[in-house]
């Protein structure tokens, strides 16, 4: 079954103020989507709603139809989310840190798990180092590997490059690209240049609105930062 996401008429509010609005999105096959906007667009807000972190107030997420408020456990076993700080026990070393999400997760096979995440987030070499000695590239590739631990078809990724050094995020760009040959990626950042890289698809938010919905693959020599500055402006100028 191809991935298939599906966000309809979805509208979040907090403290009276409107975070998304009237969100209509369809998301369908393996491909990496990049989530770009102007900090408070709603990138998180809308990221958190379709890992089962947040629900709707109104509208619905479905994801291969099932929602997570009609069968939240079957919704968050088809999904991994990778929030933008990591949830890891500082005192575990990393293979104790990902047996112990693969337990929590309930995977079956939880040795072949570990290793394949493992080898495919490039941790062997810091498998029994403890978290709190982690430079940020390890933990943030430690903070991927334990979201897909599960083998998601949906993989969540909050800010996955903030503060990365260059041979860093080239890493996780071909881990990204590795990922979506399978599964439907859901990513969202400020770095215009890797959003251009890694995309398949562009969704440009602004004020809880979806600005526009880019097929990167139809649009080859489309001018990324360009568009969003021109989508942005506004926006940046009343600030």
Same mark, same amino acid.
């Given at each position: 079954?191809?991935?298939?996401? $599906?966000?309809?008429? *979805?509208?979040?509010?907090? /403290? ?19 989530? #770009? ?8 807000? !809308? !990221?958190?709603?379709? &890992? ?9 997420? =479905? ?5 997570? =408020? ?18 890891? &026990?500082?005192?575990? $070393? ?10 929590? /997760? ?19 070499? &810091? *498998?029994?180092? /403890? ?9 943030? /590739? ?11 078809? #949906? ?5 996955? !490059? ?23 990626? *859901? %990513?969202?950042?400020?770095?215009? &240049? ?7 698809? %562009? ?12 097929? +990167? ?9 360009? *568009?969003? +500055?021109?989508? $942005?402006?506004?926006? =940046?100028?009343?600030?």
């Amino acid at each position: 079954m191809k991935p298939d996401l $599906t966000i309809e008429s *979805l509208n979040y509010s907090l /403290r009276k103020n409107k975070v998304l609005n009237n969100i209509n999105l369809h998301l369908q096959g393996a491909q990496a989507v990049c989530l #770009l906007g102007p900090n408070g667009a709603g990138k998180s807000t !809308l !990221l958190k709603v379709c &890992a089962a972190m947040l629900y709707a107030q109104n509208g619905y997420v =479905e994801f291969n139809r099932v929602s997570p =408020e009609n069968n939240k456990i079957q919704y968050l076993s088809q999904i991994g989310y990778m929030p933008e700080t990591a949830f890891i &026990a500082p005192e575990l $070393t990393v293979s104790e840190q990902l047996k112990l999400m693969a337990n929590i /997760r309930q995977v079956a096979d939880l040795s072949q798990a570990v290793n394949k995440v493992v080898e495919l987030c490039q941790l062997k070499s &810091a *498998l029994n180092k /403890r978290c709190q000695h982690l430079s940020l590239g390890y933990r943030q /590739r430690l903070n991927l590997a334990q979201a897909i631990i599960n083998r998601p078809q #949906l993989i969540i990724m909050d800010e996955p !490059l903030n503060g990365l050094d260059p041979h860093s995020m080239v890493k996780f760009r071909n881990i990204i690209n590795e990922l979506k040959k399978s599964c439907l990626v *859901l %990513v969202s950042t400020h770095y215009l &240049a890797e959003a251009q890289l890694i995309s398949d698809r %562009v969704i440009i938010l602004q004020e809880g609105k979806i600005l526009d919905n880019l097929d +990167m693959n139809a649009e080859k020599t489309i001018n990324l930062e360009q *568009l969003y +500055m021109q989508h $942005t402006k506004d926006l =940046e100028f009343a600030e």
